[in-house]
């Protein structure tokens, strides 16, 4: 089960009374039938750069992580070509 801590701090300073809020006091629970660690970090690389509007600074900002730790997922994802 994830927790609060394990979330980035701009997931964790959302204002009270917000559904995002709501969401993240209650946790994210793993399915019964598990996930692959690998797609939810897809899909949050690509919901902060869709969030971003695809300013890399800003989705790495959001993500906790620097610059360049964001373009080696992109790349491993397939969202930035290698060339």
């Known amino acids: 089960?994830?927790?609060?801590?394990?979330l980035p701090p701009e997931f964790r300073r959302e204002p009270e009374g917000s559904e995002l809020s709501?969401?993240?006091t209650a946790g994210l629970a793993l399915p019964a039938s598990g996930v692959r660690l690998e797609d939810v970090e897809r899909d949050f690389v690509r919901q902060a750069l869709d969030a971003t509007g695809g300013n890399q600074v800003r989705a790495?900002?959001?993500l906790g992580i620097s610059r360049d730790a964001l373009r080696t997922r992109m790349k491993k994802f397939g969202f930035?070509?290698?060339?």
């Open 80 to 83: 930035l070509s290698t060339s």
């Open 60 to 62: 790495a900002r959001l």
């Open 22 to 24: 709501a969401q993240v």
């Open 1 to 6: 089960m994830l927790d609060v801590e394990h």
